[in-house]
């Protein structure tokens, strides 16, 4: 999602970046099919301190698609709040949009704490299942109502329906994403996990890029 949505964002020449804060993701430069390109990433940025000026950055990250990528390494890292904070508000600064790829446990740090100004928006990514909206309740607390959204991973044969869980959540639902058979061949492929423009994955994430630039 947070991939799709980076590239939406970056379709209409906007300047947008897309930061990797989940340690054990393994890294989103492996699922965007360029992890052998030369590019930072956390495990040289992470003892970054104080202020960085956003040309800093200038042909230090990952490119892709347009898009300027921060992604974390192949090996366990934990970011510093220091690090994140100074490195998060240099690419604000440079870009239009930042994408953060946050796992559930990081939401209470980026949401305000620190010298790290709160994000403008939240989207909150839930499979449409007892399992999902169960997890995303345990962490509904540190997610802030007036700036959050929900977007809904569909499911084979889904037991809670979208308003159930936009009701159960008290958010605002902007899309159920479908499944789309071809990303993941398209992944292994070293292609990232782009969809068809027409597709109707697409077509949702396009929808939750024009609530949260404010494009539409």
Partial sequence: MACVLAAELAADGSRVGLVDLDPLSGGLDVLLGVETRAGARWSELGDVRGDIAADDLDDVLLP???VEVLSAGRHHTVHSPAAVASVLTAMITRNDHVVVD??????????????????DHVVL???????GVAGALAIRDQVPTDRAYLVLRARPDPVVAPAEAAQLLDLRLLATLPRDRGVPGAVDRGLGPLPPRRSRLARAVRSVAVQVSGRG
């Fill in 102 to 119: 946050l796992p559930a446990r990081g939401l209470a740090g980026i949401s305000g704490a620190g010298p790290l100004r709160a994000p």
């Fill in 64 to 66: 892709w698609r347009g």
């Fill in 125 to 131: 990514v839930v499979s449409q299942d007892v399992r």
